[in-house]
């Protein structure tokens, strides 16, 4: 009789044991499933709060988009248009500078600019729309000093946006190299003719908005 109420006692105890091992084993695991999603909602509401932040933010990123958008609207306004810059075009305006203030123009070469990567993604490349060309111009120009700044002025006071990107005055007839030392006598006396020769090179830009087709043609 005491052997089988120790037998229930041994088994009672087993009994309990395995409930209590269970509901730890239980109580273990919804405590790590409480803490996976505790974190989960917490990653949310820093979504959530990013979401927030960047809603708040776009009326005054459309203010400023458009701001951006008037800006290069005015600019665009001062910017030869294409057909201003095609060599014809712009020698005509040349032209008339030069003969206002009696300036000779003995060349006029468009230079080019390096060709730019064609990897797309990069700036002028396959991919992408350049909004914003440049043009450049190197002038050899015969005249004097004084002609010369009256000509810039034309320049400078033209309705279209020009950049002078440098000059170089020489006597005339000289070489751009530098003069050969036995030559200096006839060199001096090149220098006291007022005429000088004048390499001068301009540039300017024209703008199209991306996706419309536009170039200079010679």
Known sequence: MKGQEKQKVVALGAACAIVVGGIGTLTFFKGRERSRLHAQAES??????SARAKIQRVPALRKEVEALSKQIERYAEILPKEAEVRHEAFMDVMDQFASEVGL?????DPVLDPPRSTRPGTPGGAGTATSFRRHRYKFELEGTFKNYLRFIHRLENWDRFLEIEG???RPLGAQVELYDTEQDDKEIEKAKNPTKTIDLVLSTYTYRKEGKAGGTGR
Do not use: G
């Open 167 to 169: 000059f170089h005055i």
């Open 44 to 49: 949310l509401d820093k979504r959530m709060d």
């Open 104 to 108: 000779v123009i003995r060349k006029a």
